[in-house]
């Protein structure tokens, strides 16, 4: 009697297999708003402790205007915020239309975030070049200015390319430029990540080799090896992810399909560098005028 069932069990069957698939299909909804949920939560606490740490310093010496350290730490509530913004409407953001404003909101906080943490490159070349020029010659030693136009112009470049990418895809949307759009996004993590490399290897080394044994000089080690390995990292595992999905489309995780996936690679690249750097240099400055907090100019 093979191929052929009782009505009463073959309903019975029907109902199984439909109440399964409606558990699988409201689990999925949970885990996707729970994944959302907890990126807002992550990403606004982020953003509450740095307005927190922000007016700290600003109460502590509010006659150096806007230092490095203040506008380190303002740069990284911006990109807090607007990444909480982006976690908490996420499938609000690929509903957008022109499609171009769904990329300007998926890669606006990267581009932040890389803006961000170069800036901290720069604080470290400018003390690097700095001590240098001490133990050297002014001559051999470049110069604080020059070091901010290069901040400024590789900054100013990268900005530019981006918007000649959104306004391309705009104008004319097609996966040739979106493929170029993803390899730019690699090449900046690139180019932070060998900055940091670079600057923050730099300045450990000479750290090494200061004659003067002391606690400030270990602390100072620490820093600057922990916030440069973290960093590094980072950027190198973006630049990777970058590349892997502007060659296979499946591997992106910016899409309405992945918010749980999108919550741990942020988490791992974003908020959870962006929270450990901030801990390593949460020291307030000191009241005093010191030589080695500079306002920017």
Request: proline share 4%.
């Amino acid at each position: 009697m093979t191929g052929l069932g009782s009505p009463v069990v073959d309903e019975h069957w029907v109902c199984v297999f439909r109440g399964r698939r409606n558990w699988v299909r409201a689990t999925e909804i949970w885990v996707d708003d729970f994944g959302t949920e907890k990126g807002v939560v992550r990403s606004g606490l982020m953003t509450a402790r740095l307005v927190f740490q922000l007016i700290r310093i600003e109460l502590r010496v509010p006659e150096y205007g806007w230092t490095t350290q203040k506008v380190f730490h303002l740069m990284n509530f911006i990109v807090n915020g607007v990444r909480a913004i982006v976690f908490g409407f996420h499938a609000e953001v690929f509903q957008l239309t022109p499609k171009v404003l769904i990329w300007v909101l998926l890669d606006l906080p990267g581009i932040l975030f890389f803006s961000t943490y170069t800036l901290l490159v720069l604080f470290w070349a400018e003390i690097y070049h700095q001590a240098s020029s001490s133990a050297l010659s002014s001559a051999r030693s470049l110069p604080t200015d020059k070091l901010r136009i290069v901040y400024m112009s590789v900054n100013g470049g990268v900005y530019f390319i981006q918007v000649c990418i959104w306004l391309y895809l705009w104008i004319d949307d097609n996966s040739v430029v979106e493929f170029i759009g993803k390899i730019f996004i690699a090449v900046v993590s690139f180019l932070a990540a060998l900055g940091f490399l670079l600057y923050g290897g730099r300045l450990f080394v000479m750290l090494r080799r200061f004659p003067i044994e002391s606690k400030g000089r270990r602390k100072k080690l620490h820093e600057v090896g922990s916030v440069t390995a973290i960093c590094f990292t980072c950027f190198l595992v973006r630049c990777f992810v970058d590349v892997l999905s502007a060659f296979d489309t499946d591997a992106s995780l910016d899409v309405l399909d992945h918010p749980v996936l999108n919550l741990i690679y942020y988490m791992l690249v974003e908020i959870l560098p962006s929270a450990l750097v901030l801990y390593i240099l949460r020291k307030l400055p000191p009241k005093r005028v010191s030589a080695q907090y500079h306002p920017i100019r």
